[in-house]
């Protein structure tokens, strides 16, 4: 396995406010006029855009939402936890990674609008993955709550919120 401080370096990651380490790798030319988006969109907004997204056993990614779909693409080290809560407040986990045979997926989508958050729970790993979001994402779209809101929110899964959020 490489050395997450190698990822970092190699594919000149940052410190992702959610968590985590990223970088954008992809952003299209094409742009989708703000009037051809629904309203919750404030801006034109890129076809698409992809970036590399680290995750180690020491940071997890906090709850957050998008107004767009996500899709996780699993590259290298130990499976990601990907906790969601949907709009209605239903709770479920998926487990991106190679083994299938254990039920891992190699890409998964997760629906706009849902909260989420993810987590690699062995000790001393690491898991590298991408994101792809269209429209192409922009932190006008981007929903980080505190840990309070959250729990007005969805009280019944306080448990998890409690875990993942700052």
Not at 58 to 83: N, R
Request: overall charge negative; aromatic content about 14%.
């Amino acid at each position: 396995m490489n050395s997450i401080q190698q990822i970092i370096e190699t594919l000149e990651l940052q410190p992702h406010p959610e968590g985590g380490y990223f970088r954008e790798s992809y952003r299209s030319t094409g742009v989708i006029p703000r009037e051809n988006l629904s309203e919750q969109y404030s801006g034109d907004r890129n076809y698409a855009t992809s970036i590399y997204f680290l995750l180690t056993s020491d940071s997890f990614s906090a709850f957050h939402k998008i107004h767009q779909d996500e899709q996780w693409h699993f590259y290298d080290g130990t499976p990601i936890h990907l906790h969601m809560i949907s709009p209605e407040g239903n709770y479920s986990e998926i487990s991106i990674g190679r083994n299938l045979g254990l039920g891992q997926l190699p890409q998964f989508t997760v629906p706009g609008g849902y909260w989420f958050a993810s987590e690699v729970k062995h000790p001393n790993s690491y898991a590298l993955a991408g994101c792809t979001v269209s429209p192409g994402f922009d932190f006008a779209d981007f929903n980080l709550p505190e840990r309070r809101e959250l729990l007005a929110l969805f009280p019944q899964h306080s448990e998890i919120i409690h875990r993942l959020t700052r």
